[in-house]
């Protein structure tokens, strides 16, 4: 069973940083990209970035050079500097996957809470 789970999150003060991470387990076949969404209170989940299994990049735009996704096998890292109060969000992790039956699922991590304080 595929599992992921997330850490990394907390409180920060504006301008500082956090690093978030996303451990994937129980995969039995390959991985076809991992990522990040958000979500603020009130809003619609959004998404923040993605890495392909060829490790290419992506971000959104709002992202602005300030976040930086990276990946090691089956974990994937957020890091986030100059954090703004506009960050606070519960960011998820993603994990497109083409199991065993060749069928591509995505699965979601439980999320972790970001708290930017100004």
């Known amino acids: 069973q595929v599992q992921l789970v997330e850490s990394g999150g907390g409180l920060v003060q504006a301008g500082g940083s956090l690093r978030l991470s996303c451990a994937a387990s129980?995969?039995?076949?390959?991985?076809?990209?991992m990522g990040w969404y958000r979500q603020a209170p009130g809003k619609q989940r959004e998404w923040v970035a993605s890495?392909?299994?060829?490790?290419n990049k992506n971000y959104a735009d709002f992202v602005k050079g300030r976040f930086t996704i990276s990946r090691e096998i089956a974990t994937v890292y957020l890091q986030m500097n100059s954090l703004e109060p506009k960050n606070t969000a519960v960011y998820y992790c993603?994990?497109?996957?083409?199991?065993?039956?060749?069928?591509?699922?995505?699965?979601w991590g439980q999320g972790t809470q970001v708290t930017v304080s100004s």
């Open positions: 993603t994990l497109d996957h083409t199991n065993r039956y060749r069928t591509r699922v995505v699965y």
């Open positions: 129980g995969i039995i076949g390959s991985i076809n990209a």
């Open positions: 890495i392909t299994d060829g490790f």
